[in-house]
T-cell receptor, first 114, second 115 residues
Framework: GENVEQHPSTLSVQEGDSAVIKCTYSDSASNYFPWYKQELGKRPQLIIDIRSNVGEKKDQRIAVTLNKTAKHFSLHITETQPEDSAVYFCAAIILTGGGNKLTFGTGTQLKVEL | DAGITQSPRHKVTETGTPVTLRCHQT?????MYWYRQDPGHGLRLIHYSYGVKDTDKGEVSDGYSVSRSKTEDFLLTLESATSSQTSVYFC??????????????FGEGSWLTVV
């Protein structure tokens, strides 16, 4: 099955700096890569996703890049703010017409310091 | 929130007792999932369902069973709870979005402590 590795496990940045979280996957057939943000005591929430037919996707301060050849994808957060502090999870899946059994990375604790 | 409700939200139980967690959805989604979340392990799939009475195992299914007798409810049962099953349990559904395709949305979670 799919295996997803995520780095780093913790990341501390100064407010206004950029943060980058990286994930690698094992199954070259995976074609959908979502990112989830989880605040303390809350549910994981989808913040951005990318399909394998594109190399980059942006949504305001958040962007995701995908390198299919190297089988890795990254989350980029620019101009970080204290409210960006949370745990971020990457995931990978072979997207089918039916249900998706996402395989998740182990998470990155992002702390944005004032 | 994709119309997902989990119950109970918090429970403390004793080792060896049976426990059932309920996931209820109001949007008629076909696919439902149970994940557990533990420090250092991220989210791991326990069981999933692709329709009424249609279920299959995930990567950490030992010690768990599920049932889905109607579309809106997906039950997770720990037949005899153990301390290793202390965890946060998230129900999820798969919903078709216009731009992303099938996207997974999570319920609010159920905190289970086995003492």
């Amino acid at each position: 099955g799919e295996n997803v590795e995520q780095h780093p496990s913790t990341l501390s940045v100064q407010e206004g700096d950029s943060a980058v979280i990286k994930c690698t996957y094992s199954d070259s057939a995976s074609n959908y890569f979502p990112w989830y943000k989880q605040e303390l005591g809350k549910r994981p929430q989808l913040i951005i996703d990318i399909r394998s037919n594109v190399g980059e996707k942006k949504d305001q301060r958040i962007a995701v890049t995908l390198n299919k050849t190297a089988k890795h994808f990254s989350l980029h957060i620019t101009e970080t703010q204290p409210e960006d502090s949370a745990v971020y999870f990457c995931a990978a899946i072979i997207l089918t017409g039916g249900g998706n059994k996402l395989t998740f990375g182990t998470g990155t604790q992002l702390k944005v310091e004032l | 929130d994709a119309g997902i409700t989990q119950s109970p939200r918090h429970k403390v139980t004793e080792t060896g007792t049976p426990v059932t967690l309920r996931c209820h959805q109001t949007e008629n989604h076909r696919y439902m999932y149970w994940y557990r979340q533990d420090p250092g392990h991220g989210l791991r799939l326990i069981h999933y369902s692709y329709g009424v009475k249609d279920t299959d195992k995930g990567e950490v299914s030992d010690g768990y069973s599920v049932s889905r007798s109607k579309t809106e409810d997906f039950l997770l049962t720990l037949e005899s709870a153990t301390s290793s099953q202390t965890s946060v349990y998230f129900c999820a559904i798969s919903r078709m979005d216009a731009t992303s395709g099938n996207t997974i949305y999570f319920g609010e979670g159920s905190w289970l402590t086995v003492v």
